[in-house]
């Protein structure tokens, strides 16, 4: 069996260097707040959605007085997409779905983060090439890839609820041409792609640090 010489995993928080440990400690601090962040947004949002009906109301008229300013909409408002004239309140269903769909983007930030916490609160602890860590890594990496996608899909319903059909049901059940039409108006942007691909990277960098570690145990077990 082929050998390297591979650095063996710190194992220990006496082992950490002082500036790791407060690199560590700064990036966690960092995901404190942005978990912070995400939950009083949610919060926020569920008021509006959910409990202040007419802020909803003034929020969709908004949207679709200044929609068709936008030069990717222009041709679709043209071809009628407005679908409906806006109703002077939207019902409790109607609302909650508006707060529910983001909920999925903001699931996977929370997830990521948390993951992200424990990463670093292992860094801490002198948890560095080890396994464990790697595997942390690899799942920060696919919630990054899946943010791109259901970031555009949350972004497609919301629009179909703006500018299609004021029902809940028909948001997520009905079909037509409309729906293409938003899909490639909404469709993959360059920063989404970019946040792809650095995904995949850390997903990558993360299986690499795992087979690493494997490696760096079969060589202690030479020793």
């Known amino acids: 069996m082929a050998r390297?010489?591979?650095p063996l995993a710190i194992s220990t928080a006496e082992g950490v260097p002082d500036k790791i440990r407060s690199l560590a400690r700064t990036a966690q601090i960092i995901a404190i707040i942005g978990i912070t962040l995400i939950i009083w947004l949610m919060i926020e949002s569920f008021r509006t959605a959910v409990i202040s009906p007419d802020e909803i109301a003034e929020i969709m008229s908004f949207v679709r007085e200044n929609i068709g300013?936008?030069?990717?909409?222009?041709e679709a408002v043209a071809n009628g997409i407005i679908g409906y004239p806006l109703p002077?309140?939207?019902?409790?269903?109607?609302r909650a779905?508006?707060?529910?769909?983001?909920?999925?983007s903001s699931?996977?930030?929370l997830y990521a983060l948390f993951y992200a916490l424990r990463l670093f609160r292992g860094y801490r602890r002198g948890n560095i090439f080890t396994e464990t860590s790697a595997n942390r890594?690899?799942?920060i990496g696919w919630s990054v890839v899946l943010l791109a996608p259901v970031t555009s899909l949350e972004e497609y319903w919301i629009l179909k609820a703006i500018l299609v059909t004021p029902s809940p049901l028909s948001i997520l059940t009905s079909y037509n041409g409309h729906d293409l039409t938003l899909f490639s108006?909404?469709?993959?942007?360059?920063?989404?792609?970019f946040a792809i691909v650095i995904g995949l990277l850390m997903v990558l960098v993360g299986r690499i640090?795992?087979?690493?570690?494997?490696?760096?145990?079969?060589?202690?077990?030479?020793i």
């Open 107 to 109: 699931f996977l930030g």
């Open 4 to 6: 390297y010489n591979l």
């Open 137 to 139: 890594l690899a799942r």
């Open 69 to 74: 300013e936008s030069p990717d909409f222009k």
């Open 88 to 94: 002077p309140s939207y019902s409790l269903e109607f």
């Open 97 to 104: 779905l508006f707060f529910i769909i983001p909920l999925l």
């Open 185 to 193: 108006i909404v469709g993959v942007e360059q920063l989404d792609a």
């Open 209 to 222: 640090l795992r087979e690493a570690t494997k490696i760096s145990e079969e060589n202690q077990s030479f």
